[in-house]
Every structure is written in structure tokens, then in C-alpha cells.
Nanobody, 123 residues
Framework: QVQLVESGGGLVQTGGSLRLSCAASGRTVSSYYMGWFRQAPGKEREFVAAISWSVGLTAYADSVKGRFTISRDNAKKTVYLQMNSLKPEDTAVYYC????????????????WGKGTLVTVSS
């Protein structure tokens, strides 16, 4: 079992920044890639970013490249998502995810989800 707890969401103006955190625990957590997905109202859940615990290999959705940065702290087993230059279209519930492979970066490739944290970007 893997447990994921997100924090750091909130309300921010266009152009602002937020940092999300995901505290991960569980016996098998190190065997997963860690990532973030998001779901806006009325839309499907979509991939945002992912990272490997070991060498820090990363992947990003095109929509966030250059604005968002994913990182991890292996000692704390925590994953971060630094979000800069936020836009209203970034408004969504952001979910931390334990991902089986960087080849399948869709919800089907996720074994565990956090409960989500809401990010609202005002225009």
C-alpha cells in the first residue's frame, strides 16, 4: 500500500506562483514513479508532471513545460510541484499519483492517488 497526502493548494492571481507538496509513505513507494495529475471542472483528469525517485528523471505535459518544475526529496519521501506563471486554465484539483511507468502517463497507469488539492487561478 502507498499513501499520498497533498498540500499547498490555494487561490492565486494570474502570473503568480504556488508550490504543491506530496508526502508519500508505504512499503512499496520507492518502486513507483511519482507524479501530478489535474482535473478541471467538466474535464478529464490529465497528466501534469512525473519524476523518478532514483535519478530524478522527469516528464512534463506540453501545457506546463517551462512553467512548472517537479522535484523530490528522497530523505523526506516528498515530491514537489513548483508552479510559476500560473494561468486561469491551470485552475483544477491537483492529484499526487504513484505511477507504474513513465511510458504510460495517463490515469490508467496510476496505482495510487492522493485526495487532491484545489488550485484556483483568478484572472
Amino acid at each position: 500500500q502507498v499513501q499520498l497526502v497533498e498540500s499547498g493548494g490555494g487561490l492565486v492571481q494570474t502570473g503568480g506562483s504556488l508550490r504543491l507538496s506530496c508526502a508519500a509513505s508505504g512499503r512499496t513507494v520507492s518502486s513507483y514513479y511519482m507524479g501530478w495529475f489535474r482535473q478541471a471542472p467538466g474535464k478529464e483528469r490529465e497528466f501534469v508532471a512525473a519524476i523518478s525517485w532514483s535519478v530524478g528523471l522527469t516528464a512534463y505535459a506540453d501545457s506546463v513545460k517551462g512553467r512548472f518544475t517537479i522535484s523530490r526529496d528522497n530523505a523526506k519521501k516528498t515530491v514537489y510541484l513548483q508552479m510559476n506563471s500560473l494561468k486561469p486554465e491551470d485552475t483544477a484539483v491537483y492529484y499526487c499519483a504513484a505511477i507504474r511507468s513513465l511510458v504510460v502517463l495517463t490515469p490508467l497507469g496510476v496505482d495510487y492517488w492522493g485526495k487532491g488539492t484545489l488550485v484556483t487561478v483568478s484572472s
